[in-house]
Every structure is written in structure tokens, then in C-alpha cells.
Antibody, heavy 115, light 112 residues
Framework: EVQLVESGGGLVEPGGSLRLSCAAS????????MTWVRRAPGKGLEWVGR??????????DFAAPVKGRFSISRDDSKNTLYLQMNSLKIEDTAVYYC??????WGQGTLVTVSS | DIVMTQTPLSLSVTPGQPASISCKST???????????LFWYLQKPGQSPQVLIY???NRFSGVPDRFSGSGSGTDFTLKISRVEAEDVGIYYC?????????FGQGTRLEIK
């Protein structure tokens, strides 16, 4: 069974940092292009960014609102995806999901940016 | 960026009746490989999004056949042939032919 389990969310002050993790199982993580999507309170789904597989150079792409502040990495030996979030803003408050896009989604982890 | 516009933004449907959601993009979603990377997701209350349709018209594993997707270019449609109570939630279209990946605003379906 495919599983994606996010962790690392919490309350952080504006300007702070947080790292989210996504533990994957039940599929060949090494071959998967992985994506982070978020949903802010009362809003719709928003693409955050993605990382390609090692075969494709682990290239990353990001949405404009997070470019330069967020980074995505992966540890294929641990089947784990990461989202490093720096210089957090109040508008980054959302539930963050990791997903393969074409199939599975995690349950999400809540990030709250507030003073 | 590609803008995805869904209509309607809300639907109230009697069980057993059909429903249809439109999704229009500001540019063609036909990719250079000949595929059209248009997805439909359903986010049920309190749950994560789930894939219903991928590549415009392919039903994801386990999705009931009352769900169907169609379209091409810039115009796409999700149809539910007979709505059931378990279909409540927010439906999103999404394109990943072009970066950045973009979602529609979402269509909230409720049961009458």
C-alpha cells in the first residue's frame, strides 16, 4: 500500500524556519518525482514546488510566492522528501501535503506562521 | 502562468442526478509528447485530495465509473453520471503541462 506521511509542522514566528518531512513507502520512491502542495485556510489548493528523481538530476521547481525562500530535497536511502521553509510569512500558513501528483497524497501537516 | 477557471463554484445536487463541472485554461494543455496533463481531484471534508481523473480522461484505480473526464486543448469537463452522498467535497482541476502547476479555484458539491 502506498503511504505518504508528513511531519514537522507547527507554530513558527514570521521570519522563522521550519523543515517538513514526508516519509514514503509502498512504491519505488527513487523513481518518483515528488511535489509539495498547500492549502491555506479558506483557500484552494496551491502548488508549492517539486523535485525530480535522481535520474533527472533532482532538479527542483518552485511557485513564485516561495521561490528563494523554500527548498526541496530528498534522501532516497531513507525514502524521505523534505521541504525547507525559510523567511516564513504569515501567508505561508497552510496545510502542506506531499504528493506524487499522479496518485498518492499524504494526510498533510499544518504550518502556522504567527507572532 | 496558466489560469484554470472552474464553473460553477458550487453545486447542489439531488442524489441520483447528474452533475458537471467545467474547467477552462488560458493556454492549450496539449504537451509536446501528445498528452494533455489535466487532472481532477476531490477533497472530501477532513481528508486529503484524491485523484479522480488523470491525463484528461483516465479514471484512477478504484474510482467509480460514474465519474468521467473529457476535453481537449483549453476546455475540460468532469461529469458525475449519478451523484451519491459520498461525492460531497471540493473538486479541483489541475494542469501540469506547463510550469508552474496550477489549480482551478475549486467547486464545492453538496447534496440536496
Amino acid at each position: 500500500e502506498v503511504q505518504l506521511v508528513e511531519s514537522g509542522g507547527g507554530l513558527v514566528e514570521p521570519g522563522g524556519s521550519l523543515r517538513l518531512s514526508c516519509a514514503a513507502s509502498g512504491f519505488t520512491f527513487t523513481d518518483a518525482w515528488m511535489t509539495w502542495v498547500r492549502r491555506a485556510p479558506g483557500k484552494g489548493l496551491e502548488w508549492v514546488g517539486r523535485i525530480k528523481s535522481k535520474t533527472y538530476g533532482e532538479t527542483t521547481d518552485f511557485a513564485a510566492p516561495v521561490k528563494g525562500r523554500f527548498s526541496i530535497s530528498r534522501d532516497d536511502s531513507k525514502n524521505t522528501l523534505y521541504l525547507q521553509m525559510n523567511s516564513l510569512k504569515i501567508e505561508d500558513t497552510a496545510v502542506y501535503y506531499c504528493t506524487t501528483i499522479r496518485s498518492s497524497w499524504g494526510q498533510g501537516t499544518l504550518v502556522t506562521v504567527s507572532s | 502562468d496558466i489560469v484554470m477557471t472552474q464553473t460553477p463554484l458550487s453545486l447542489s445536487v439531488t442524489p441520483g442526478q447528474p452533475a458537471s463541472i467545467s474547467c477552462k485554461s488560458t493556454q492549450s494543455l496539449l504537451a509536446s509528447d501528445g498528452k494533455t496533463y489535466l487532472f481532477w481531484y476531490l477533497q472530501k471534508p477532513g481528508q486529503s485530495p484524491q485523484v479522480l481523473i488523470y491525463d484528461t480522461s483516465n479514471r484512477f484505480s478504484g474510482v467509480p465509473d460514474r465519474f468521467s473526464g473529457s476535453g481537449s486543448g483549453t476546455d475540460f469537463t468532469l461529469k458525475i453520471s449519478r451523484v451519491e452522498a459520498e461525492d460531497v467535497g471540493i473538486y479541483y482541476c489541475m494542469q501540469h503541462t506547463h510550469l508552474p502547476v496550477t489549480f482551478g479555484q475549486g467547486t464545492r458539491l453538496e447534496i440536496k
